[in-house]
């Protein structure tokens, strides 16, 4: 399902940031760099780079075209993925495990912080603290809350959440 929806041209043109990105036909295509956003490697990215490109036999790139290529896809795609790859999947045919007839679904959420950078700085905003005793000694910084639905008995992220520590 997964190899299905990477490829299709209906899939990439949702999930590019600009319309002229992957349209030619390049080393860094579309599904390669998805395919190395969820290797989830630990080496550093120059190496898991070259590992995927020595897999598929062709010559490999820098680690810094691999970075901007990757700002050009939406995380909206993950998001979709995981929807129909891995939810859908597991739930369409009822073979998965419950506890008397029921799914266990957890939430759990914690503030994330962000490095400071004016782009998420706009996007998340900033929180200002004191040291609780001296309202001159403060500060801010930026932080987002982040929360998971998961499927406990089946260790499925249902779906997760990024947003403003002021939506909640």
């Known amino acids: 399902?997964?190899?299905?929806?990477?490829?299709?041209?209906?899939?990439?043109?949702?999930?590019?940031?600009?319309?002229?990105?992957?349209?030619?036909?390049?080393?860094?295509?579309?599904?390669?760099?998805?395919?190395l956003l969820l290797r989830k490697s630990m080496k550093s990215i120059q190496c898991a780079v070259n590992e995927l490109f020595m897999a598929l036999g062709i010559e490999s790139v820098t680690a810094a075209a691999f970075s901007q290529a990757r700002k050009r896809i939406r995380h909206t795609a993950f998001i979709e993925l995981n929807e129909r790859a891995v939810v859908k999947v597991l739930y369409r045919d009822g073979d998965y495990l419950c506890y008397k007839g029921f799914r266990v679904l957890a939430i759990d959420g914690s503030k994330i912080r962000l490095p400071e950078?004016?782009?998420?700085?706009?996007?998340?905003?900033?929180?200002?603290?004191?040291?609780?005793?001296?309202d001159e000694i403060k500060g801010c910084h930026t932080y987002a809350q982040g929360s998971v639905l998961y499927d406990v008995l089946n260790h499925v992220a249902i779906d997760a959440l990024l947003r403003k520590t002021t939506d909640y």
Do not use: A, P
């Not at 190899?3 to 860094?28: G, P, V």
């Open 1 to 35: 399902m997964s190899r299905e929806c990477i490829n299709d041209d209906d899939f990439r043109s949702r999930h590019r940031t600009e319309d002229r990105y992957f349209t030619r036909c390049r080393k860094l295509t579309f599904v390669i760099v998805i395919l």
């Open 117 to 134: 950078t004016e782009e998420i700085n706009k996007e998340f905003g900033q929180i200002v603290y004191t040291n609780g005793r001296n």
